[in-house]
């Protein structure tokens, strides 16, 4: 079912939930990826993708239209994401590098990436980056995101995004080449 | 020297290499989704969805004209003469002759009003009713023996 159709739907009490439903099945794994890409965990994964469509479902009487309805929610699950990460830091007290080792850790016991020394690497350099830069650097470079949808989904410009894509690549390219540093240790800061 | 790392010659894994979910978890997602949002009503909107399907430019002089339309209604009705303000001056204008009128005719004036009334000011009473000897002869027979005490 196209975007406007379930919109269109949503509109009547009698075909709402229809709609809905067609919507969460049109977008859950896109969401739950981009979701699990910055939490790691699964359970917190399933947690958010939820609240992002309890959220879709309570302003989507709202939506404008002046943005495609996939980048409202993605941006919806976006702010979810860094705000579960913000205050996981404070509710625990923990500083940027915990909750990375914590990611990191999480990935580690993953059976997906056992036994793949460079691509454990990447991933730890991917988690030693800030927040929004690794988000930056997961819609570029797994979802292949172009910059002007990025800029909708994130609300920063083109030329910011660009800049902090390269910045994340050189830093990962960085660590990767000089990795043989077991333990882990963050410099960024947000 | 360590070769150096480059990410565009590192073979990408799609998506993350992370596990996969447990089995059945997308065909399960929409109906715990759906359960979630049957206890969360949905927010109502503040204004009506045709409004927001306008463009931009529209709302945004649709909203100007609002808003100089409530200025200017709230300023005519500000310049406004209040009711209070204005009565005397209203009441002055009135001509003696109409307000007795008014008064006799329409306010259900009792005779002891207008008893009273030569006892404050016995010139109106000659003044307004100008009555003759005759009619006030005449008057004064009509009246039952009691009322004819007063005056």
Not at chain 1, 129 to 155: H, I, S
Not at chain 2, 56 to 68: E, Y
Request: charged residues 20%.
């Amino acid at each position: 079912m196209e975007d406007h159709e379930i919109l269109l739907k949503f509109q009547h009490p009698a075909s709402r939930n229809l709609a809905f439903n067609q919507l969460v099945r049109k977008y859950q794994q896109k969401v739950y990826w981009h979701v699990r890409k910055m939490v790691i965990d699964h359970d917190d994964a399933d947690d958010l993708t939820q609240d992002v469509f309890v959220k879709v479902w309570k302003h989507l009487e709202n939506f404008r239209q002046d943005a495609q309805l996939f980048t409202w929610i993605y941006r919806i699950a976006t702010n979810e994401c860094l705000s579960f990460l913000q205050s996981k830091r404070r509710k625990f007290f923990l500083p940027l590098n915990d909750v990375g080792s914590e990611l990191v850790a999480k990935l580690e016991a993953d059976p997906a990436i056992a036994g793949d020394a460079i691509e454990l690497k990447l991933q730890r350099a991917i988690l030693r980056l800030p927040d929004k830069q690794r988000l930056v650097f997961n819609l570029r470079y797994y979802d292949e995101m172009p910059y002007e949808q990025m800029a909708e989904v994130t609300g920063t410009s083109v030329g910011a995004l660009k800049a902090s894509y390269h910045h994340a690549v050189r830093k990962i390219e960085d660590y990767v080449t000089n990795a043989d540093i077991p333990s882990y240790s963050s410099d960024e800061v947000d | 020297m360590k070769p150096s790392f480059r990410l565009d010659q590192h073979p990408r894994r799609w998506p993350q290499p992370l596990s996969s979910p447990p089995a059945g978890y997308f065909e399960q997602l929409p109906t715990r989704v759906m359960a979630q949002v049957a206890a969360a009503p949905t927010r109502r909107p503040l204004l009506p969805a045709w409004l927001w399907q306008m463009p931009a430019a529209v709302r945004t002089g649709l909203a100007s004209t609002v808003l100089l339309g409530t200025f200017a209604a709230s300023l005519w009705l500000n310049s406004a003469p209040t009711g209070p303000a204005a009565q005397p001056v209203t009441l002055a204008n009135v001509p003696q002759e109409q307000l007795l009128n008014y008064l006799t005719n329409e306010a259900h004036l009792t005779l002891l009003d207008l008893a009273e009334l030569p006892a404050q000011n016995l010139a109106s009473t000659q003044q307004y009713l100008r009555p003759s000897a005759t009619e006030l002869t005449e008057a004064l027979d009509a009246q039952p023996a009691e009322e004819t005490t007063i005056l």
